[in-house]
C-alpha cells in the first residue's frame, strides 16, 4: 500500500476499537519486534484474541496478517536505512546527546515529516482547494494553540498576493467572521487531532453559510475532518521531545506551502505584481547596508 504504514497506525487509531486499538499500540511501541512475530505472539503482547488481529489487519487495509506483516518490514527496513543515510543511529534524542546529536535527530525527523507528507498527500484533494482558494472572494483560516501559527502563516501568505484572507486568534472572533462568510467563500480549519472544539465549531458554521471547507488534520477520519468539503492530510511521527501538537508544525506548513505556491501559480501575472508591490511597501522600513 501507499504511504508509511506507522504513519496509517496513528492517524487511525483514534477511531479503531479498544482491542484494535491496542493492537496498534503495540505495534507502533516495537515495530521491528512485531515483524517477527507470529499472530499468536502479537494477539498475546496485545491482550487481544487472534481473530481481533485479523479483524485489524482487514481494517487497516489488508486481506490478512501475513500482507500486513509483509508492509511492517518494509516500513521498518525502510526507516532503518533511512536512519543510517542520516548518520543517525536512533531517532530518539537520548540523555547523554552532544548538541550535534540533537541537532541531526531533529533534522532528520523534520525532513522525514515533509517528505512522508508530500508523498501521502492526495494531490486531487489540493487541486480542489487549490482551485478554491483561488477563485475565492474571502479566505478565513481558524486553528488555536500551535495550529494557530500555522493559520497566521497561510493568511499572511495570501493577503500578500491580494486574496482577502484572515486568521482569526481569537475564537469568538473566529465564530463571527464564519457568520459572514457565504458561498463563494473559504475556510480553512487546521487542527493536527481534527478534535479541537474551537476550530470544529467555526468550521461547520462556515459551511453552514455555503463556504467551501478546507480541513488541514493529521487525521482524515476526524470530526473536524467529517465537516469539511476538502481533506489535506498531514502525515506526522512522534518522538520523546516532539509530541503530536509540536512535530505537527512543521507538516502542517509544508501544506500550507503546497496550497499557496499552487495558487501563486494559478494567478502568477497578479502574484508577481502584488509581490512587487508588497515588496516595496515595506522597503522604507529596512536598515540601509552598513548602517
Not at 517477527?36 to 502479537?42: C, D, F, N, R, S
Amino acid at each position: 500500500m501507499d504511504g508509511d504504514l506507522l504513519v496509517r497506525l496513528r492517524q487511525m487509531l483514534p477511531n479503531l476499537r479498544p482491542a484494535e486499538a491496542r493492537i496498534a499500540e503495540t505495534v507502533l511501541d516495537d515495530p521491528t519486534a512485531v515483524v517477527g512475530a507470529t499472530i499468536a505472539e502479537l494477539a498475546g503482547r496485545a491482550g487481544a484474541s487472534q481473530a481481533s488481529v485479523v479483524r485489524f489487519c482487514r481494517t487497516v487495509g489488508y486481506t490478512g496478517y501475513p500482507g500486513f506483516r509483509i508492509d511492517l518490514a518494509r516500513t521498518t527496513s525502510r526507516r532503518a536505512a533511512e536512519h543510517e543515510r542520516s548518520g543517525v543511529a536512533q531517532g530518539e534524542i537520548g540523555r547523554s546527546d552532544d548538541v550535534a546529536e540533537v541537532v541531526s535527530k531533529i533534522a532528520f525527523h523534520e525532513a522525514r515529516t515533509i517528505e512522508s507528507t508530500a508523498r501521502a498527500i492526495d494531490l486531487d484533494a489540493l487541486e480542489e482547494a487549490v482551485r478554491a482558494v483561488a477563485g475565492a472572494d474571502r479566505v478565513d483560516v481558524y486553528g488555536v494553540g500551535a495550529s494557530g501559527l500555522t493559520a497566521q502563516d497561510l493568511a499572511q501568505k495570501l493577503s500578500r498576493i491580494g486574496i482577502a484572507c484572515v486568521a482569526p486568534v481569537d475564537s469568538h472572533q473566529q465564530l463571527q467572521s464564519a457568520a459572514l462568510l457565504a458561498p463563494g467563500s473559504v475556510a480553512i480549519g487546521v487542527s493536527h487531532t481534527g478534535r479541537t472544539v474551537e476550530v470544529h465549531q467555526s468550521l461547520t458554521l462556515a459551511r453552514a453559510r455555503g463556504a467551501t471547507t478546507v480541513a488541514v488534520t493529521g487525521f482524515p477520519s476526524s470530526p473536524l475532518a467529517d465537516t469539511a468539503d476538502v481533506v489535506l492530510a498531514t502525515s506526522v511521527r512522534e518522538t520523546q521531545f516532539r509530541t503530536g501538537a509540536l512535530a505537527s508544525r512543521i507538516a502542517q506548513l509544508a501544506v500550507v506551502d503546497f496550497l499557496f505556491v499552487n495558487v501563486a501559480q494559478r494567478r502568477f501575472d497578479a502574484t508577481t505584481e502584488a509581490l512587487r508591490l508588497t515588496y516595496d511597501a515595506v522597503q522604507q522600513h529596512r536598515m540601509a547596508p552598513g548602517a
